[in-house]
Nanobody, 124 residues
Framework: QVQLVESGGGLVQPGGSLRLSCAAS????????MTWYRQAPGKQRELVAA???????SYADSVKGRFTISRDNAKNTVYLQLNSLKSEDTAVYYC??????????????????WGQGTQVTVSS
């Protein structure tokens, strides 16, 4: 059924850039707000950025001006462009989405989904 698959993480030097992708698959009817979180070792998961179905965006103060969230509705994909990366950006990044899908029984279900996470490491 519905899954979120993330990609694009990796090792980058301070000041570098990465582009994270999260693609939703399944019998998707609608995807509402899509959100990126991150979690560093020993720390709580925190909200990074969000984009609504109407295209409105919001960001954590710590990433504002450096990160950009966007979505491609035709591809059921949300992106996070990470620029001017700092060591404190090192974390596992997770995407989250509220999705309306249709079962084989033709019943509609709405659920919140999490991706598996992708590691971003910023180090010289």
């Amino acid at each position: 059924q519905v899954q979120l698959v993330e990609s694009g993480g990796g090792l980058v030097q301070p000041g570098g850039s990465l582009r994270l992708s999260c693609a939703a698959s399944g019998n998707i009817i609608s995807i509402y707000s899509m959100t990126w979180y991150r979690q560093a070792p020993g720390k709580q998961r925190e909200l990074v950025a969000a984009v609504t179905s109407g295209g409105s965006t919001s960001y954590a103060d710590s990433v504002k001006g450096r990160f950009t969230i966007s979505r491609d509705n035709a591809k059921n994909t949300v992106y996070l462009q990470l620029n001017s990366l700092k060591s404190e950006d090192t974390a596992v990044y997770y995407c989250n989405a509220d999705i309306l899908s249709r079962e084989r029984t033709l019943a509609f279900i709405q659920r919140n989904y999490w991706g598996q996470g992708t590691q971003v490491t910023v180090s010289s």
